[in-house]
């Protein structure tokens, strides 16, 4: 046999054992006892990457492209994905309009500015106002009798399970003019009828901001404090009793307890709350479109009643998608500013 045959037939020994070791390497990885539960997790994992690159991801990529197009569902396009054509590309002109300021601005830009000072102050009243109630109120039930604290934490959470069009429709019945339990309870204590519409009325303020804003606010507080009471129960439960007893036993008061211990020890805990109720509320849609619609004279027009009008209403989907690039960006700054601020370099 020559040498050249002999190189020839050492390679393809060669090869055939590769193949074979790799091939074996692929049965293992599958077969036995880790290979069962690496199937697991392929199995429980796969699914839900493929729901968020579909309902997810795929939808924020079309909005981001959207936003740099004068696009109508109503009108034809390109012939990729309807982008081109009447649907032209306009790039950045949709976010240069939201820095006119001018008194010809047009009106959907009025309407965006609006919403946007309407959405900023009710998730900058709504954030202090949940955190205020509900870490006071933690702490409260956690001093109670040890059997009756699940009771509170249920019923205080049961809002957090109901849907937010019940809770809409309900507290719109609260605050009906005609009918509503409070004007009902008014009338009783100041002995005649008393009509206010609480809703409706542009011209009833409190501090320059619309009663109607605070009524939403009070039926979205109402719903959401059993989340962030669960939160700050879970991290009561973590302090430390050492630290407790060390702070009594210095002579500290209840109260000096709850502020010089419980709430930097809570700072972590604080953060997170307050960050996924800014997210939270910058997303509220349901309360603003079932109580108000975004009235009286759009006091509670939302930046998510302006994106659904934008875009289902009025038909300007590429103004709509710019718009809520920009909620994106200022959650998403927002967030981090909350994190830089409360971040606590310590664990307990």
Excluded: C
């Excluded at 038909?315 to 830089?340: D, P, T, Y």
Aim: glycine share 6%; no cysteine.
């Amino acid at each position: 046999m020559s040498a050249s045959s002999k190189i020839k037939t050492s390679d393809s020994k060669a090869s055939s054992e590769t193949v074979a070791k790799a091939s074996s390497r692929r049965s293992s990885f599958l077969t036995g006892r880790k290979g069962a539960e690496r199937r697991f997790v392929f199995g429980m994992v796969t699914p839900m990457v493929l729901y968020m690159a579909v309902f997810s991801v795929l939808p924020i990529i079309w909005a981001v492209a959207l936003a740099f197009f004068d696009y109508s569902a109503r009108r034809t396009g390109g012939p990729i994905l309807g982008l081109g054509g009447e649907n032209p590309f306009v790039g950045i002109e949709n976010f240069q309009k939201m820095t006119d300021f001018s008194a010809e601005k047009p009106l959907e830009v009025r309407q965006f500015h609006l919403s946007l000072r309407t959405t900023l102050l009710f998730a900058f009243l709504v954030v202090p106002l949940n955190l205020a109630i509900t870490l006071p109120l933690a702490s409260l039930i956690e001093s109670v009798h040890q059997r009756m604290r699940p009771l509170f934490r249920n019923l205080f959470f049961l809002p957090v399970l109901t849907s937010a069009v019940g809770v809409a429709i309900m507290w719109g019945f609260i605050l009906s003019p005609q009918r509503g339990l409070l004007n009902a309870l008014i009338s009783k204590v100041v002995g005649e009828t008393t009509i206010i519409a609480w809703t409706s009325d542009p011209s009833l303020t409190v501090l320059g901001i619309p009663v109607s804003l605070f009524a939403v606010i009070v039926a979205y507080l109402w719903q959401d404090l059993g989340y962030n009471l669960i939160i700050f129960i879970a991290a009561l439960q973590g302090v430390p009793q050492s630290v407790k007893e060390a702070a009594l036993i210095d002579g500290a008061k209840p109260w000096q307890l709850f502020r010089h211990v419980t709430i930097p020890l809570l700072k972590p805990t604080i953060m997170l709350a307050s960050v996924l109720t800014m997210i939270s509320a910058f997303q509220v849609f349901d309360l603003f479109q079932v109580m108000t619609n975004g009235g009286p004279n759009d006091q509670t027009r939302a930046l998510s009643i302006d994106i659904y009008e934008s875009a289902f209403r009025f038909q300007r989907m590429g103004w709509a998608a710019a718009v809520s690039v920009v909620l994106f960006l200022i959650v998403l700054v927002l967030s981090l500013v909350q994190s830089k601020l409360l971040r606590s370099d310590w664990e307990y």
